[in-house]
């Protein structure tokens, strides 16, 4: 007798372009959007702003504490809304309500509204609008998460690597209050429109294909069997060492980034640099973050995240020890390249270890959980360097000090146990 059984043979979709792809750029983009609320997009304008509303430094890093503490507090909610309503509704009104806040900022005149200013600046800039860019990326992509945030590092690094200059110069031809109500208006008529235009449902809500295989977003959430991850709640993943490990670690690269950023201008001249040579490196630091974006991305593909953490933790507490030594413009062009570097790893880590690590489902609130911690470091940077220099005459203590929690960060980055998906 001869069997007649049925066999069928899986046959795989087309390929087609991955609108993911589009997501990447339009998060990057919003990234870049957030530049005011950022200590290095307000570094632009501190000189000529502590001037004209006579502001002293500590005075103005305790303002710059209080804002982006109160500011963290938008991440609460911000992550749910996402997972909720989607990203298109919050991206779009978080983009023009950080508009009107930077134009509104533009006319300020005293110091209270100064300081509502910038709480609304890092609130909606720093905190909300980038859980939300960084989000996006994280719950179109699964297999190539990595990949997808290398590309997505590169093209926010070229964006602010543009905005830098062109904001910079634009503060120097025509003053700060014409830069800053020329960022109001991108916010508004451009990253807004973009963002309702662009940004469209997460991939298992219209079933895109990813190279030929239909995603399995929706039961990654649920199936445990065949290699599917579940995707982990914010009370499990907080309960995890590896999320704090990870968390500080990155947190702690935007303490030593908001305070250099904020100050930098004067620790170089403690050095006795002129104006150009900040200018100079920051650019540097740009370029070089670049190339660590990529090199991440690419190596993080096929190695662990937590090995491009340990070498950036390496490399940041080097170039932190150096820089009170740094005694020639070569000297300071090769301290910059070292934070440049490690700031790239560093961003591809926090914005892949969450969705690769606990999975998409809850990311909205996860990485709002990593952002706060991110956020609060961020505010400490500034006011612990304007603390060290009034009190010892000099930023090294601080520099020393902050070298050596890097360093025990590293190691333990390399020890803690890491979930498997």
């Known amino acids: 007798?001869?069997?007649?059984?049925?066999?069928?043979?899986?046959?795989?979709?087309?390929?087609?372009?991955?609108?993911?792809?589009?997501?990447?750029?339009?998060?990057?983009?919003?990234?870049?959007?957030?530049?005011?609320?950022?200590?290095?997009?307000?570094?632009?304008?501190?000189?000529?702003?502590?001037?004209?509303?006579?502001?002293?430094?500590?005075?103005?890093?305790?303002?710059?504490?209080?804002?982006?503490?109160?500011?963290?507090?938008?991440?609460?909610?911000?992550?749910?809304?996402?997972?909720?309503?989607?990203?298109?509704?919050?991206?779009?009104?978080?983009?023009?309500?950080?508009?009107?806040?930077?134009l509104a900022m533009s006319r300020v005149e005293g110091n209270a509204a100064l300081l509502a200013s910038i709480v609304l600046t890092r609130g909606l800039g720093q905190t909300a609008l980038s859980i939300v860019s960084l989000a996006m990326v994280g719950k179109w992509f699964q297999r190539r998460l990595t990949w997808a945030m290398g590309v997505y590092t590169v093209a926010m690094s070229v964006g602010f690597m543009l905005a830098f200059p062109a904001v910079g110069a634009l503060v120097l031809s025509a003053g700060w209050r014409q830069a800053w109500s020329a960022i109001g208006v991108f916010l508004i008529a451009v990253l807004a429109p973009v963002a309702w235009l662009l940004t469209r449902a997460k991939p298992d809500e219209i079933g895109e294909v990813i190279d030929g295989e239909r995603t399995q977003d929706a039961a990654a959430k649920s199936d445990p069997v065949n290699g599917v991850r579940v995707s982990a709640n914010l009370a499990d993943v907080l309960r995890?060492?590896?999320?704090?490990?990870?968390?500080?670690?990155s947190a702690m690269y935007g303490l030593v980034a908001s305070g250099i950023g904020l100050f930098n201008e004067a620790i170089l001249a403690e050095r006795g640099f002129a104006p150009d040579v900040y200018h100079r490196a920051l650019a540097v630091t740009a370029i070089t973050g670049l190339l660590g974006n990529f090199s991440a991305g690419a190596w993080a593909e096929k190695r662990s995240l937590r090995a491009v953490l340990v070498v950036a933790m390496v490399i940041l507490g080097a170039a932190l020890a150096a820089l009170p030594q740094v005694s020639n413009v070569n000297h300071v062009m090769l301290q910059a390249i070292a934070m440049g570097l490690a700031g790239g790893f560093v961003m591809v880590v926090f914005f892949s270890f969450w969705g690769r690590t606990f999975?998409?489902?809850?990311?909205?609130?996860?990485?709002?959980?990593?952002?706060?911690?991110?956020?609060?470091?961020?505010?400490?940077?500034?006011?612990?360097?304007?603390?060290?220099?009034?009190?010892?005459?000099?930023?090294?203590?601080?520099?020393?000090?902050?070298?050596?929690?890097?360093?025990?960060?590293?190691?333990?980055?390399?020890?803690?146990r890491i979930p498997e998906p």
Do not use: K
């Open 1 to 102: 007798m001869t069997s007649h059984a049925t066999s069928t043979t899986a046959v795989p979709l087309p390929r087609r372009f991955y609108y993911g792809w589009v997501i990447v750029g339009v998060a990057a983009l919003a990234m870049v959007g957030t530049l005011p609320g950022r200590t290095q997009g307000l570094g632009l304008i501190t000189e000529p702003l502590l001037a004209e509303l006579g502001i002293g430094r500590v005075a103005y890093a305790q303002m710059n504490l209080g804002a982006t503490l109160a500011g963290a507090l938008f991440a609460f909610g911000v992550g749910s809304l996402i997972d909720r309503y989607g990203s298109r509704i919050v991206l779009t009104v978080i983009s023009a309500a950080l508009g009107v806040v930077v």
């Open 240 to 249: 995890e060492p590896s999320f704090w490990i990870f968390a500080l670690a």
């Open 359 to 416: 999975g998409n489902a809850h990311l909205g609130r996860i990485q709002g959980a990593a952002q706060v911690i991110t956020v609060i470091a961020s505010a400490a940077g500034p006011l612990a360097l304007a603390w060290c220099v009034e009190s010892t005459g000099s930023y090294a203590f601080a520099f020393y000090t902050v070298a050596v929690a890097v360093t025990l960060l590293g190691v333990a980055a390399a020890f803690v």
